[in-house]
């Protein structure tokens, strides 16, 4: 028997590729519902070789749902994933809204997958920040081998962090340079067609953006409360994918070699490091991928037990869509849910 799966948010391009990455992977569905706001009413979108109607989400009833994937914004789901969790309906959100709750497991399932058995508590399991969910892939064998004390990652964020409207304005600024037309600028502060912005999301009292405060705690929530983090968050013009430049210092020595050895038996890991040009992953090779790849891994000198590596990552599939459906088969392989009963039509 299978399990009836709600995606929220389905016409935005993390809900089309959760429903991409539910048919990719098999995932043992029984009926698949594309939610919306009204206006994306009859809005229809691909699941499989199946063509989906949104239905509003304001008019919809969980109570015979096993699982929600919530891609629709903190605002939407502070509102409704309490009221979907009462229903008994389990709720993965992509939103921030419940990530620092301390009753809901965020869970990035090859690093705390343990942590997920306390998702009763509401009935909600976060899903962490896109750049936040590459990085401790690859922090946590570091972290086992040789503990981790401090992180300083400088992030190359692309334009579909900031959704659809991100993408759009790239590339009209882009084809506007091309045409000698007019640069308008609306989702991001500054152009970002041929440019870098050195802000993502609200800046805080202390001068760190949101986005690197994000990291910070969260990487305290999934891995280890006592890690230091200090981030800088850079908005660049590529379309999909994160690339993080990372320098890690630990309690004990590791050499680089030692590194790339045990990254290599990671889970949802693949080193690529070659010294010889090309010899690294870029973020147009990691679109479309699940892995996070791992490049120019050396040992840094400047501080006592020192790393430093490149990290890239698809940041729509495991920074979201594919880490949301990876925690719902966690639920189902570890026997933590069963799909409900349900009444025949």
Not at 16 to 27: A, T
Request: aromatic share 6%; charged share 25%.
């Amino acid at each position: 028997m299978g399990f009836k799966i709600a995606v929220v948010g389905a016409t935005g391009n993390v809900g089309r590729e959760m429903l991409k990455i539910l048919d990719e992977r098999q995932f043992p569905v029984s009926e698949v519902v594309a939610l919306a706001s009204a206006r994306s009413n009859g809005t229809e979108v691909s699941f499989g070789d199946k063509t989906l109607k949104c239905k509003v989400l304001d008019k919809y009833d969980f109570s015979d749902t096993d699982i929600c994937l919530m891609s629709a914004g903190g605002d939407v789901s502070k509102a409704w994933s309490p009221r979907i969790g009462a229903q008994g309906c389990v709720v993965i959100d992509n939103s921030s809204a419940w990530r620092y709750d301390a009753e809901v497991p965020l869970i990035v399932p090859e690093v705390n997958a343990d942590a997920v058995a306390s998702f009763h508590r509401r009935n909600i399991i976060a899903n962490p920040n896109c750049s936040t969910a590459q990085l401790v892939v690859a922090l946590k064998p570091l972290h086992d081998a040789a503990h981790i004390r401090r992180v300083v990652v400088s992030t190359y964020q692309s334009v579909s962090g900031a959704g659809k409207d991100g993408m759009d304005e790239l590339f009209n600024q882009t084809r506007a340079t091309f045409m000698l037309g007019e640069i308008k600028t609306g989702k991001f502060p500054k152009r970002i067609a041929f440019n870098l912005i050195p802000q993502i999301d609200v800046f805080m009292e202390d001068g760190f953006t949101k986005e690197e405060w994000k990291m910070a705690a969260e990487t305290k929530k999934i891995l280890d409360p006592k890690i230091r983090l200090t981030a800088t968050c850079v908005r660049v013009p590529v379309f999909i994918s994160h690339s993080e430049s990372v320098n890690v210092e630990f309690d004990k020595p590791i050499s680089a070699n030692e590194a790339r050895e045990i990254l290599r038996a990671a889970p949802g890991v693949l080193v690529i490091d070659k010294h010889e040009p090309g010899g690294y992953i870029t973020p147009h090779e990691a679109a479309g991928e699940d892995a996070t790849y791992i490049s120019r891994i050396r040992e840094d000198t400047t501080v006592e037990n020192g790393l430093a590596f490149w990290c890239v990552s698809d940041n729509l599939r495991k920074g979201a869509a594919l880490n949301a459906v990876q925690i719902a088969e966690l639920l189902v392989n570890r026997k933590l849910i069963k799909p409900k009963a349900r009444v025949a039509a």
